[in-house]
């Protein structure tokens, strides 16, 4: 693996099933830890939560953790770097936007009906 300081990549660095403590942004992609259990999985939500970092892919899966708060993830800013960036590219940052981009793609490329469910309260 690259070292995410380099890349901006955030991943856990794992030494004899101990999360390295230095990191602060868990995988991006759930799917992407070595040796899943619901201490690291919940671990990993926790560090992105923290690091506002809402969006966390689990394979094709996009969890979403509302923050309850006033922080705006919908900006210009946010279309146009999504915009810009392959949906399909591991180190892009998990978003709707990525998501309902690669589903359309995947639509367009397959030429198949996609399914995206949405589960969850509302507050």
């Known amino acids: 693996r690259r070292d995410p300081s380099v890349t901006g990549r955030s991943s856990f660095r794992k030494r004899g099933g101990i999360i390295n403590p230095g ?25 992105r939560y923290l690091d506002n970092a809402f969006y966390t892919y689990i394979g094709d899966v996009l969890i979403y953790m509302p923050p309850f708060s006033g922080i705006s993830m919908y900006t210009d800013e946010d279309v146009q770097y999504y915009c810009e960036n392959n949906a399909f590219d591991p180190d892009l940052k998990p978003h709707i936007y990525s998501f309902a981009d690669r589903v359309y793609s995947n639509m367009l490329f397959w030429k198949r009906n996609q399914v995206v469910i949405m589960s969850g309260g509302s507050g």
């Open 23 to 47: 990191v602060i942004i868990g995988e991006n992609n759930l799917a992407d830890i070595e040796e899943p259990d619901v201490g690291s999985i919940v671990d990993n939500l926790r560090r």
